[in-house]
């Protein structure tokens, strides 16, 4: 079994800013595996990314040894946020399942919509190469309970829409 030390590093408000676990392999290097975050004034978290990145040996008939450096990004994510730190978009645009998803909240702080852009997986955990495009709206009762989920826009913006109804005593 391979070594591995952890690393934490925090900014000054406490607030975490990096994980990163390196790994010795078996190949004489070492992978690193690092988590990166950044917040903004509120304490959102703005930044997350996920990367790997590392280095080994490997050896010719000769008895020479090379070295070779390897690395990959597989998250970079951002996220916006509005002045009453809701959560109005989020994008991955660099990671090998590109993403992007946006919000709209009603009065009541309620998500009224989310659209998204994707790429889906296959039961075999391939990812698809085409996007996949969602755009569900949700509308909820005077009381602030769900109506409508995931529901589809039909007609002028500001009217209604269409979607899974849920009755409001259970039956």
Known sequence: ??????????YNTGKLAQIASVNANPMGGNDTVTSSYKYDIDG???????????N???GDEWGNYYPFAY????QSATATWDALNRMIAINDTVSATPMSAFYEYDAAGNVRRMA???RTLDQQGTISSASTT?????????MN????????????????ITGTQYLIDGD
Not at 4 to 9: A, Q
Not at 44 to 52: C, D, M, P
Not at 71 to 74: A, H, R, S
Request: net charge positive; glycine share 10%; aromatic share 24%.
């Open 71 to 74: 690395g990959t990004t597989y």
């Open 134 to 142: 969602e755009d569900y709206w949700y509308k909820y009762d005077s």
């Open 116 to 118: 998204s852009t994707h």
């Open 44 to 54: 959102n978290r703005t930044f997350e990314g996920y990367a790997l990145s590392g």
């Open 56 to 58: 080994y040996y490997y």
């Open 145 to 160: 309970r769900v109506v409508v989920s995931r529901g589809l826009f039909s007609g002028a913006r500001g009217s209604a």
């Open 1 to 10: 079994m391979c070594p591995r030390n952890s690393f934490y590093s925090y």
